[in-house]
């Protein structure tokens, strides 16, 4: 039977823990629709639909998107992190270092998007 002392402790320990585990969860949540939303863009939908090709292989047959949910999906500005340069006077400030450091934090992990290229050569792939 837990006591109000432990409830209390454990809403403590909630109220500190809780956001990190969020925001980690939240991450890796968003890194797995980026990677969803670039795996759409590049083969389309799945439509459910299975062929047998002449050799035996069987294929998935996919659904290609529209212009407009294709422009949707597809940004073409690819945020990356900062890259630490001297001032002028040649030294690199904490405050540079910081900032490089949150930078490299929130966009080392982040799935690159399609590039124009990319989504040239899928069309070429399925057409």
């Not at 402790?9 to 956001?19: D, R, V």
């Not at 585990?21 to 890796?28: G, L, P, T």
């Not at 069987?58 to 949910?69: K, T």
Request: with cysteine.
């Amino acid at each position: 039977m837990l006591t109000m002392e432990g409830v209390i402790h454990s809403l403590q320990a909630l109220l500190i823990f809780g956001p990190i585990v969020a925001y980690f969860v939240a991450k890796r949540v968003c890194i797995a629709l980026q990677k969803k939303d670039r795996e759409i863009v590049l083969h389309g939908y799945e439509s459910g639909r299975i062929v047998k090709l002449p050799g035996g292989e069987f294929i998935e047959v996919h659904q290609p998107l529209d212009e407009y949910e294709r422009w949707h999906l597809v940004s073409y500005e690819s945020y990356e992190p900062l890259m630490l340069r001297p001032n002028a006077r040649g030294k690199i400030t904490v405050g540079q270092k910081l900032r490089a450091g949150m930078s490299r934090w929130f966009f080392e992990d982040r799935i690159a998007p399609v590039t124009k290229g990319e989504l040239e050569a899928s069309h070429s792939q399925h057409h």
